[in-house]
């Protein structure tokens, strides 16, 4: 059987069921949702709309200044890809990113470690910002970190990065926010360090 829904002006639209049907019965919700939402099935005939997997990339930017700011991160936000592509610097300050939620961007109480390959760098902590890389004025660092909501505002960070001569830094760290996130910065550990070269950009999932 069809069901066809003909329109004010021309045309229509039709649904049909399966040649065998059996019997099913799919309920609507009783809204519109929201933008981008998907309906969705809990397995019994209920429908409902619910967000679905979304993947944004945001505009690079010019590592150019003392920080590198990205404010307008969505709510639905799980995970954020933070790209450095030919990054460098004119101090030996290593590079910092920091979270921020409506309050702003914090820059106390991160739990984060970092430790390379090169001798002449050792295995660090702290707790003034997510550890990306750096530690040598001038030199082009590239590579990633991807920042993951954990649960509860608190966010788990890993990354890899390399420099120009062939050394790689890794790594990792935990965050927690008062609020939800909404902004990021990336900036260097003495916050005076200007950034001179290269490029930097976000990719948000949820």
Do not use: C, H
């Amino acid at each position: 059987m069809t069901i066809r829904l003909t329109g004010s002006t021309s045309g229509y639209t039709e649904i049909d069921a399966p040649a065998v049907a059996g019997s099913n019965t799919l309920v609507l919700p009783t809204g519109n949702g929201t933008a981008d939402q998907a309906l969705v099935t809990n397995g019994s005939g209920a429908l409902s709309f619910a967000d679905r997997g979304r993947m944004v990339l945001d505009t690079a930017k010019s590592a150019t200044g003392t920080e590198v700011d990205f404010t307008s991160i969505p709510s639905w936000v799980k995970r954020v890809t933070v790209m450095f592509d030919g990054v460098s610097a004119d101090g030996s300050s290593f590079f910092r990113v920091r979270l921020g939620d409506s309050g702003g961007i914090e820059d106390t109480d991160y739990l984060s470690f970092i430790t390379s390959a090169a001798s002449t760098v050792a295995t660090a902590s702290n707790t003034n910002g997510f550890s990306a890389t750096g530690g040598f004025a001038a030199r082009a660092y590239s590579g990633m970190m991807q920042i993951a909501l954990f649960g509860s505002n608190t966010w788990a960070a890993m990354g890899t990065f390399n420099d120009v001569i062939g050394n790689n830094f890794f790594m990792s760290g935990t965050k927690t926010l008062s609020d939800t996130l909404t902004q990021l910065r990336i900036t260097t550990a003495n916050g005076t360090d200007t950034f001179d070269a290269g490029t930097i950009n976000i990719l948000m999932e949820g």
